[in-house]
């Protein structure tokens, strides 16, 4: 039962913004909406997570829809390095005993030189 | 430096051998996790757990067992029970109760030969 909608794969050119979208049309209430990424090989590292407001921070912003159906994950200068596979999930936060994320095949950003 | 180890990176083992991988972290977080990973695919969580000494079964326990009787140790056998051992594995943790952001472990490969 996914939660979440991403495309399959995008690319953008370096020093470009990427911008990637993710679904989630049946978010509830108090459902955050994470985001991470996963180099090849590596283990997954967070990026970033909001609930209704826009968040920043080093790595990147998280533009959350007014109804909260949709959001943007925007890396502002992408680099060769940024070249990984992102996971947009929604998860139900603050709630230790579910605190369990669901790793969908997100989606494959390839930055060209 | 704090975060958390898995070893071995690679691990290569007889069919219808159990095999045990390491997950340590030295976070102080009070949850753990593990998951599996297959080639193209996202995550799947196998096994967690909030606190010492207790562990919950994820959504492909089967053929697997844990075991939490210290903070820092989440220890992962894989048995001959499960039948596609073959897989990359990640451990992660979490302060639990009040966060979702999980810091994951670099993997363990698992090849069953």
Same mark, same amino acid.
């Given at each position: 039962?996914?939660? !979440? !909608? ?8 370096? #020093? ?9 049309? !049946? ?68 709630? #230790? ?17 | ?6 070893? &071995? ?17 030295? %976070? ?6 593990w998951?599996?990973?297959? &080639?193209?695919?996202? %995550?799947? %969580?196998i096994y967690y757990s ?5 562990f ?5 326990a089967?053929?697997y067992s844990v075991s939490r ?5 989440f220890p992962l056998t ?6 596609? &051992?073959?897989?990359?594995? %990640? ?14 472990? &670099? ?7």
């Amino acid at each position: 039962d996914a939660k !979440t !909608t991403q495309p399959t794969s995008m690319d953008c050119a370096e #020093g470009r913004a990427a911008n990637l979208p993710c679904n989630h049309s !049946t978010i509830s209430g108090n459902e955050y909406v994470y985001w991470y990424r996963q180099i090849h090989s590596q283990g997954p590292q967070y990026i970033i997570h909001g609930l209704k407001n826009n968040e920043t921070n080093e790595m990147a912003s998280l533009i959350i829809t007014e109804d909260r159906k949709s959001s943007t994950l925007i890396l502002p200068h992408a680099t060769l390095r940024d070249t990984a596979v992102y996971y947009c999930i929604v998860s139900g936060g603050l709630t #230790g005993a579910n605190s369990k994320l669901t790793f969908g095949k997100g989606i494959t950003l390839s930055v060209r030189p | 430096d704090g975060g958390i180890t898995q070893s &071995p990176k690679y691990l290569f083992r007889k069919e219808g051998q159990n095999v045990t991988l390491s997950c340590e972290q030295n %976070l102080n977080h009070d949850a753990m996790y593990w998951y599996r990973q297959d &080639p193209g695919q996202g %995550l799947r %969580l196998i096994y967690y757990s909030q606190i010492v000494n207790d562990f919950q079964k994820g959504d492909i326990a089967e053929g697997y067992s844990v075991s939490r009787e210290k903070k820092e140790s989440f220890p992962l056998t894989v048995t001959s029970a499960q039948k596609n &051992p073959t897989a990359f594995y %990640l451990c992660a943790s979490s302060i639990g109760e009040t966060s979702d952001e999980q810091f994951f472990g &670099p993997g363990t490969r698992l090849t069953v030969l």
